[in-house]
């Protein structure tokens, strides 16, 4: 599995457009770039994943440069609740779909 | 509603006392897997199942067990629990060349 390496924390304020790049440079031709959230005490959720180019969808984009090795969660207009963990995981889709390595993810704090 | 339960959501016990956390999904889906979360340590599988009857080690499988004779059951065992296994669990779930894995929400135990 590719390793992943994300900035350790952001600081934003509400209203900020917050972009958190993860770097991936071992990402293999199979690989997918998927994105997780998730609060205190609770699972990950499902954000947005992608392959290459860009992916949008209603709460965030992705955007994957044509190499593949880096890729950049977009979250417009963010509020307090988005203060969370956010994760980056590239992983196959087929057979080796069932192990995943999650990275120390991105603390983003939101201020008011 | 698609659901991922787990059982118990909070456990104390004693070191050595065998237990078991259940895992039970709604969604017919093929993978599942069990991760450990400690503090300042991010998401760590310890199994990962395909189908029924093919589980694979993730990262930190020493330690615990795992069965899947049913596809909605991924049961974690515990045969000999000791103090470092105090952790939040989490099972999660995803369908073959599914986009999103789904969380159940969290089984947090304690060894003392």
């Known amino acids: 599995l590719a390793k992943t390496t994300q900035p350790i924390s952001m600081d934003s304020y509400e209203g900020q457009e917050v972009n958190i790049t993860c770097s991936h440079n071992?990402?293999?031709?199979?690989?997918?770039i998927t994105w997780y959230q998730q609060f205190p005490s609770q699972g990950p959720r499902f954000i947005i994943q992608?392959?290459?180019t860009k992916v949008t969808n209603e709460v965030a984009s992705l955007f994957i440069p044509a190499d593949r090795k880096s890729s950049t969660l977009s979250l417009p207009r963010v509020s307090l609740s988005d203060t969370a963990v956010y994760y980056c995981?590239?992983?196959?889709?087929?057979?080796?779909?069932?192990?995943?390595?999650f990275g120390d993810g991105t603390t983003l704090t939101v201020k008011p | 509603e698609a659901q991922v339960t787990q059982n118990p959501r909070y456990l104390i016990t004693v070191t050595g006392k065998k237990l078991t956390v259940t895992c039970s999904q709604n969604?017919?889906?093929?993978?599942m897997s069990w991760y450990r979360q400690d503090p300042g340590l991010g998401l760590r599988q310890i199994y990962y199942?395909?189908?029924?009857?093919?589980?694979d080690k993730g990262d930190v499988p020493e330690g615990y067990k795992v069965s899947r004779k049913e596809k909605r059951n991924f049961p974690l065992i515990l045969e000999s629990p000791s103090p470092n296994q105090t952790s939040l669990y989490f099972c999660?779930?995803?369908?073959?060349?599914?986009?999103?894995?789904?969380f159940g929400q969290g089984t947090r135990l304690t060894v003392v």
């Open positions: 995981l590239v992983g196959d889709r087929g057979t080796n779909a069932g192990k995943s390595t």
């Open positions: 071992n990402i293999a031709t199979n690989d997918y």
């Open positions: 992608g392959y290459k």
């Open positions: 969604m017919n889906h093929e993978y």
């Open positions: 199942s395909m189908n029924v009857e093919v589980t």
């Open positions: 999660a779930t995803k369908g073959v060349q599914g986009t999103e894995a789904f």
